[in-house]
C-alpha cells in the first residue's frame, strides 16, 4: 500500500497550492479519503474529507470556503485546492486512506504560507 503526496512548498499569503496523493495497492474506489495537517507543536488535525463515490464532502471550519477536495477514481487520485491561504495553513499535510478497520497514511508534504 502506498499514499504518496505531491504538491506542497512555499507560497505567499493569498496564494494557492493544489495537493495531490496518489494511492497504490488497495482499491481506492472503496475508500473514504482524508486530508490531515500537522503543524509545529500542535496535534494532527482533520482538513477535509470525502467519500468514496465523492459525492460527500467536509471541511475543518478554519478552511471551509477556501479549501476544496476531490478525487479521480480512474486515477487513484485525490486533491485538495488550497486557496486564499494563510500563514497559519503552515503545515505538513496528509493524505489518509480510511475503510476500518484498515486505515493508511502517506508520508506528508510540507506546506509553507509566508511572505
Known amino acids: 500500500v502506498q499514499l504518496v503526496e505531491s504538491g506542497g512548498g512555499l507560497v505567499q499569503p493569498g496564494g494557492s497550492l493544489r495537493l495531490s496523493c496518489a494511492a497504490s495497492?488497495?482499491?481506492?474506489?472503496?475508500?473514504?479519503m482524508r486530508w490531515y495537517r500537522q503543524a509545529p507543536g500542535k496535534e494532527r488535525e482533520l482538513v477535509a474529507a470525502i467519500s468514496s463515490a465523492g459525492y460527500s464532502t467536509n471541511f475543518a471550519d478554519s478552511v471551509k470556503g477556501r479549501f476544496t477536495i476531490s478525487r479521480d477514481n480512474a486515477k487513484n487520485t485525490v486533491y485538495l485546492q488550497m486557496n486564499s491561504l494563510k500563514p497559519e495553513d503552515t503545515a505538513v499535510y496528509y493524505c489518509?486512506?480510511?475503510?476500518?478497520?484498515?486505515?493508511?497514511w502517506g508520508q506528508g508534504t510540507q506546506v509553507t504560507v509566508s511572505s
Open positions: 495497492g488497495f482499491t481506492f474506489s472503496s475508500y473514504d
Open positions: 489518509n486512506a480510511r475503510r476500518l478497520p484498515k486505515n493508511y
